[in-house]
């Protein structure tokens, strides 16, 4: 997905304005590291630059998009720009020797050569040095941009060596957008948007049944609990250990319950908050009415308890149960 210039600044204002101050002042470095979050648009972003810097009839820092260069990109069949993705667990040496080679021969075409390295933090020991001696000394004109969602996975010595562009989380809404374009609930949306800022795992999660029944789940727990405490368990018994029986499951399930009650919280401040579960607004509006921001906040802290017993491995039968009572009392066992 290449997203036209506006959108990149939507998406990526800072780092749209040091790019094209980079190209506008003629201050192009030999190295960048792209830092950011899956979903960030370090892919888009990086294609923008390499035709900005490429392109044959830029205007106002914007690349043309129709001259032959802008094409090619775009078709991915430009001879100066190369890509590199991990061969298998990591980037290898003979594939760094191998970029190298072609870095460093007489192109066919003329003017810059770029590279762009995905997933640069799997670089073993081995090409990490060797494509840092070549980052010391570039033959030519040549531009490296490394892409990473793991900047401290780098060695420090090629971190050096680069200019370090960060890429900020997708606003929320922006994602929101996204997620209803895709035909995706507003309700649904809101929920996905809270647990990733990645379009496509949104649109996974979304998506998915299993997910849909843990959200459903967790929302009648919720409703239950403030009114009963042995239906409560009764729930935790058939429906909750027999639904979420992996650990990532049990975490995923205690994260929606969390945002349940941080929904109450923000609904008792302002009646008009956004939410994660829009659908539940009317409820959530009658529950804040009943309820105290002291209560709210001994009931969160009960739901990151049993996250921290989760961790510890704590039976979690026993786990649960103790939960059920915490809610359902506004306060946590020590």
């Known amino acids: 997905m290449e997203g036209n210039v506006d959108e990149l600044k939507v998406l990526q204002p800072v780092v749209m304005k040091q790019l094209q101050t980079i190209y ?17 648009g370090k892919q888009q972003i990086a294609s923008f630059f390499i035709k900005l810097l490429l392109c044959l009839n830029p205007s106002k820092n914007v690349p043309c998009e129709t001259c032959r260069n802008c094409k090619r990109i ?11 993705e991990p061969d298998g667990q990591f980037i290898k040496i003979d594939q760094i020797r191998d970029l190298i080679s072609t870095m460093t021969k007489t192109s066919i075409e003329e003017g810059r050569k770029i590279y762009v390295i995905h997933h640069a933090d799997r670089l073993n020991t081995s090409s990490a040095n060797t494509l840092l001696k ?36 997708i606003p929320r809404e922006i994602l929101l957008k996204q997620l209803q374009e895709q035909g995706i609930t507003m309700s649904m949306a809101s929920t996905v948007s809270m647990l990733t800022n990645n379009l496509e795992t949104a649109i996974s999660l979304a998506s998915d049944e299993q997910f849909a029944h843990a959200r459903k789940t967790v929302l ?13 368990l009764l729930v935790i018994y058939e429906e909750w250990l027999s639904s979420f029986k992996e650990k990532n499951e049990i975490e995923q399930a205690l994260d929606l319950l969390l945002f349940a009650y941080r ?72």
């Open 24 to 40: 506008e002042k003629n201050r192009t470095a030999h190295a960048y590291i792209f830092d950011g979050a899956k979903g960030t």
């Open 74 to 84: 775009v078709s991915g069949n430009h001879p100066n720009v190369k890509k590199l």
């Open 134 to 169: 070549f980052l010391e000394e570039p033959e030519g004109d040549v531009t490296a941009i490394l892409l990473t969602e793991s900047y401290q996975s780098i060695l420090p010595t090629i971190q050096s060596r680069c200019q370090h562009i960060k890429f900020y989380n």
């Open 220 to 232: 009648k727990l919720v409703e239950i609990v403030r009114k009963n405490v042995h239906e409560a």
């Open 263 to 334: 929904d109450i919280v923000a609904i008792k401040a302002n009646p008009e908050a956004s939410c994660t579960y829009p659908d539940m607004l009317q409820s959530w509006r009658e529950h804040a009415l009943n309820t105290t921001y002291e209560r709210l906040s001994h009931q969160m802290q009960a739901v990151l308890q049993a996250r921290q017993n989760l961790q510890r491995n704590m039976n979690r039968t026993l786990m649960m149960e103790q939960l059920m009572l915490n809610l359902q009392e506004g306060y946590t066992f020590v």
